[in-house]
């Protein structure tokens, strides 16, 4: 019998003492014990230190001494943060101010006396339509919308407005209390925080177009029917030629949302003059930006239509073809191209009645600002690993950014580069941060939209 010579032997029996490095497979990354346990306990005291409802404002001084904390922890090891959000999440579950459900209405405790929105559906993962009912002063009710826009095998929230007054969903009130339900929705009753929905006829349209518009990161789609925007001279106007401005911090923000929506040419509810001039603003920003705010021929579009001598009503087939429309989306949970236009003050303002101000928003999808400028716009474009930021009436520049990254955007062995007008600011890799999790968790209360490293500019 041959015999290998002794070089070759040696050599197969090194490849053989080698070879578990090279094929056996490496062991997920897992958090050391006692980083693990300093977690779980920082997230359970945030959590039960956390207002329950958005009506409730944080305590600057116990916020402040939680996040100096949650810094302080710093990394965690790459790979380990789909452990550490699951962490946050079941402290989140645990230790939360329970709501109860009172036959089937889902009851808030507010700074205007209780407050109510009738539940339908199970939950259990389902996606959620937020139905918001019309009006005006002294009326509306949260029957209708039940009525209109439920669908089977998803959860529905309809909320009564607290004060029945015009316009009562782009409040003060109205805002904190959608918001408030949104996050009760996604942590107590199990929706699908990717496809969320939102819509409305009349008021109710006005509503949707606002948190569209205002919180889009938040929704999969919108369908803001029959609504008009808060504009100059005034909302009512009956042809796009009397509107001089509607709000802004609005329609340049659905770049990538689903839109579904419609007005009657004949509306003497709610005039068209306004959504007109919207439609023609969308149009305008396609010529500059073709990718986004996708027209009817796109999966995810914003799909407007005009009805000749429609009065305030449902044209035919509508919403049943809005909800199909709606329900076939789900939300863009980090946009690779992102357009902010803020608003520091919306309409209407509080009055003399109100018990809270306006919520000051500081998040959008993967961006974050620490003090926010009325009317600033900013457009941040990520292709790979490089960053392309555009700002305009911004405090300084990119001077008080915060972009957010995870390892599904980015590849973090290589450098990140960010520039902004041709001009590169920074160039490094981030890391994982517990601090960075706990933000974004505390920003939208859910386990999607949740980022794990950040560039602070």
């Not at 109710?204 to 808060?230: E, I, K, N």
């Amino acid at each position: 019998m041959l015999r290998a010579p002794p070089w070759i032997v040696s050599a197969l029996a090194l490849a053989l003492s080698a070879a578990p490095a090279f094929c056996q497979k490496q062991k997920p990354a897992a958090l050391e014990r006692q980083q693990k346990s300093r977690i779980t306990d920082l997230a359970a005291r945030w959590w039960k230190a956390r207002p329950a409802t958005r009506f409730e404002d944080w305590s600057v001084t116990e916020r402040a001494a939680l996040e100096a904390e949650a810094r302080a922890l710093g990394e965690i090891p790459e790979g380990t943060s789909a452990e550490v959000i699951e962490l946050v999440w079941q402290a989140a579950r645990k230790n939360c101010a329970k709501l109860s459900l009172e036959k089937s209405k889902l009851v808030l405790e507010t700074p205007y006396g209780k407050a109510w929105a009738y539940v339908t559906g199970s939950g259990k993962h389902e996606p959620l339509i937020l139905g918001l009912h019309g009006g005006g002063e002294d009326s509306g009710s949260a029957d209708e919308p039940r009525d209109t826009w439920q669908r089977k095998g998803a959860l529905g929230i309809y909320p009564q407005g607290i004060k029945l007054v015009h316009d009562t969903w782009n409040t003060v009130h109205g805002e904190r209390f959608l918001l408030s339900l949104i996050e009760i929705a996604k942590l107590q009753l199990d929706a699908d925080p990717d496809r969320i929905y939102v819509a409305g006829f009349s008021m109710g349209g006005t509503g949707s177009w606002f948190m569209a518009g205002r919180h889009p990161d938040l929704f999969a789609g919108a369908s803001p029917c029959a609504g008009v925007f808060m504009a100059s001279p005034k909302s009512q106007l009956a042809t796009k030629e009397e509107v001089l401005a509607i709000q802004h911090g609005l329609v340049p923000n659905v770049r990538n949302l689903a839109l579904w929506y419609f007005i009657g040419e004949a509306d003497d509810h709610c005039f068209p003059g306004t959504y007109l001039f919207a439609a023609d603003m969308l149009e305008r920003l396609r010529k500059d930006d073709p990718e986004g705010w996708q027209a009817v021929h796109c999966w995810q579009a914003v799909h407007f239509k005009t009805y000749p001598g429609l009065r305030h009503e449902f044209p035919k087939n509508e919403p049943e073809d809005a909800l199909k429309f709606l329900f076939q989306q789900e939300r863009q949970r980090a946009p690779a191209t992102l357009v902010w236009e803020y608003a520091r003050t919306q309409s209407p303002e509080p009055d003399a009645g109100d018990k809270v101000t306006r919520l000051d928003t500081h998040s959008f999808y993967w961006l974050r600002c620490k003090e926010p400028q009325d009317r600033q716009w900013i457009r941040a474009t990520r292709t790979k690993n490089a960053i392309e930021l555009v700002c305009r009436g911004t405090a300084g520049g990119e001077k008080g950014l915060t972009l957010y990254l995870d390892a599904t955007l980015i590849d973090p062995a290589q450098d990140v580069v960010v520039t902004l007008a041709g001009t590169e600011i920074y160039r490094g890799k981030p890391k994982p941060d517990f601090w960075t999790i706990l933000e974004c968790m505390d920003e939208r209360v859910e386990k999607s939209m949740v980022f794990d490293r950040r560039i602070e500019l």
